[in-house]
């Protein structure tokens, strides 16, 4: 055998031993994170009432549209109304601001929104993977501005961290 046919040979046979342990295994990889069994092909979201004890009115709505938008975009799953292989729902627990960066003579600097949510979902394809968990995310703006000044601008940015965190503790598998 000459030097060629051995390179060869042995080239061949480094692919092999990488390649066959993986023979009959099924990995689904894709450019949005998104890691669904091949038997999952539906998705609902269920309507987020907001429970918390300061309220946003469009909250609910935002959240609700903002997770359906999300699992649109980046998942190949069609939604259902009611009985998706995968099924989102709960409520919006918390929106509140407290005070941070406390300075002299006890004023904050900056104030922080925080807005929770409770999801309960539920893999009907595979009970194993099923929760019920409070996700969190907070933006801190100035003190010297209300919170009716910045609420526009910093609950889409809260609500975007919010469905990043869902998504990849449902679909990303994190």
Known sequence: MNKKNTRRNLCLLAFLMMVVPFVGCKINYS???ANI??????F??????NRAKLINPTLSSDFTEKLKEKLIRQTSLREENETGDLVFEGQITGYEV???A???DDMAAQNRLTITVRVKYTNNKNHDEDFDKTFSSF???SSSLSLNDVE??????ILEKLMEDI?????ANW
């Open 139 to 141: 933006e801190d703006f």
């Open 44 to 49: 609902t979201v269920f309507y987020f009432p």
């Open 102 to 104: 406390v300075q002299k």
């Open 31 to 33: 450019f949005t994170g």
């Open 152 to 157: 526009s601008s910093i609950v889409p940015e």
């Open 98 to 100: 407290r005070p941070m």
């Open 37 to 42: 069994s091949a038997d999952v092909k539906t």
């Open 167 to 171: 998504f990849n503790a449902t679909i």
